[in-house]
């Protein structure tokens, strides 16, 4: 059976097992989008006839679900769909002015933009930043009660964003950012419950702002940190961390190193590997992992069997943007 997507009243036909998105790309329709693994939500599409998939829309609001709402790198139709760009209005920007721009390490760079009066979000949620057209994801450092929206930004040689942001932004430049979103944030379910937290890189923002939260909201149980890096110049935020768990007890930070054996300040080793060797037996924990995507997965599936419960393994795994040409050629038809 051909199965056919249409979309601004043209058909095009897909192959078995295909994305709307790869399927949309291949006949030369440009679709937004970035990671291509259901995380950074810049391939939202709608569809206005046809079935959508739950698995296809996992982390949308429930009314983008009511609506049709889709991320067009996670939905293989198995029928003919009807589909469309979002509405303008149900995708919020926003300007933000760059107010404070830091060098936290000789990658990372702190930018700070002023909130926009509308903007809300939890603490640990990443947002989009646009540029020409296209988007990226970035995480929220800040609290909602701060004034200013803090992002920790590792500059990649070439990186499209990444340079522009750390190399060529100015304080006083004004950004477009798009609404908040993502579900590593804290849940004030338990107030008791041990919580382990394990970064790399700068996926230390979204726990930064986790972690504050957490206090902020009265959270007595233990709060362990990781933070990952290869190397010592790699960490940041040490100082931070340890007036955190000098002011509350209930607080642990571990900065850890892997790949410098005479390193003497951190922990020598992976921050996941670390982790587990802290604490073999999570039943009852909830964790929340950040950062290197090869990390993330291999400890949630870690965490899982050392008695974790699925639901309290919160992640957010930093998928890079996958260039068109990297990507692996699509099924035959
Ligand atoms: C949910 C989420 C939250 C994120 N939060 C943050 C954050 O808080 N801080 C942050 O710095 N980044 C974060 N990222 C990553 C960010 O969105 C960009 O992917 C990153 O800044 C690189 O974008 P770029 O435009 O500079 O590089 P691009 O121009 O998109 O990349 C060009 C090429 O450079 C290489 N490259 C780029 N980045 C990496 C990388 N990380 N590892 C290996 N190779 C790479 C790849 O080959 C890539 O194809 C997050 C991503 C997601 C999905
Ligand atoms: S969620 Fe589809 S490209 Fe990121």
Request: some cysteine.
């Amino acid at each position: 059976m051909t199965i056919e997507i249409t979309f601004n009243d043209r058909t095009y036909p897909v192959h078995e097992g295909e994305s709307v998105l790869d399927g949309l790309e291949r006949h030369g329709v440009a679709v937004p989008s970035s990671c291509r693994n259901g995380v950074c939500q810049s391939c939202l599409m709608r569809a206005t006839s046809g079935e959508v998939p739950a698995s296809a829309q996992s982390g949308l609001k429930p009314t983008q679900k009511e609506r049709g709402y889709f991320l067009a790198c996670q939905f293989k139709p198995t029928g003919n769909v009807t589909v469309a760009l979002p509405d303008a209005a149900d995708q919020r920007r926003f300007t933000a002015r760059v107010v404070e721009k830091t060098r936290l390490n000789p990658t990372v760079s702190r930018i700070r933009l002023s909130k926009p009066q509308d903007f809300q979000f939890k603490a640990g949620q990443f947002m989009r930043v646009y540029r020409d057209g296209e988007s990226r994801s970035y995480s929220i450092a800040s609290m909602p009660q701060q004034d200013y929206l803090e992002l920790h930004i590792k500059v990649f040689p070439g990186g499209h964003f990444s340079s522009w942001l750390c190399q060529t932004v100015q304080v006083g430049e004004e950004l477009t950012i798009g609404e908040a979103t993502g579900d590593c944030f804290y849940l004030a379910d338990n107030l008791d419950q041990p919580l382990l937290m394990i970064a790399t890189g700068t996926g230390l923002a979204p726990l930064w702002g986790v972690v504050r939260d957490a206090l902020a909201q009265g959270h007595r149980g233990e709060i362990h940190i990781f933070h990952g890096s290869y190397v010592r110049d790699g960490l940041y935020y040490m100082d931070e961390f340890a007036a955190l768990a000098a002011k509350f007890p209930n607080v642990r930070y571990y900065p850890c190193v892997s790949d410098d054996p005479t390193e003497s300040q951190a922990l020598r080793g992976q921050a996941d590997v670390q982790a587990l060797k802290h604490f073999p037996k999570l039943n009852g924990w909830r964790l929340y992992l950040c950062g290197n995507p090869d990390m993330v997965n291999t400890m949630k599936r870690k965490a899982f069997l050392a008695g974790a419960s699925l639901k309290d393994i919160l992640a957010d795994p930093f998928i890079v943007t996958v260039p068109r040409q990297e990507l692996p050629e699509a099924p035959a038809a």
